[in-house]
């Protein structure tokens, strides 16, 4: 970079710290380590289906598997 280095006040954690907390407050729910078997859209949402059985229903979903696995999983 040209222009040098951005720092942020705090370290940039605090980006993803104050995000995960306005997303909080907006009702997002989070789900860590989940295994995921498939992604499929049904009826204007994502069906979430997990390996333990597990099925989840999101209006949205971020997935943050690198893109191959996406592929496979997103029916």
């Known amino acids: 970079m040209k222009e040098g280095v951005l720092y942020v006040d705090g370290g940039w954690e605090t980006i993803i710290t104050n995000l995960r907390g306005i997303a909080n407050t907006g009702g997002v729910q989070?789900?860590?380590k989940k295994h995921v078997l498939k992604i499929e859209h049904c009826e204007g949402?994502?069906?979430?289906?997990?390996f333990d059985d597990e099925v989840f229903e999101a209006g949205a979903v971020?997935?943050?598997?690198?893109?191959k696995e996406a592929?496979?999983?997103i029916k």
């Open 62 to 67: 971020i997935v943050t598997t690198p893109p």
């Open 30 to 32: 989070f789900l860590a």
């Open 71 to 73: 592929c496979e999983i």
């Open 45 to 50: 949402k994502q069906r979430i289906h997990c």
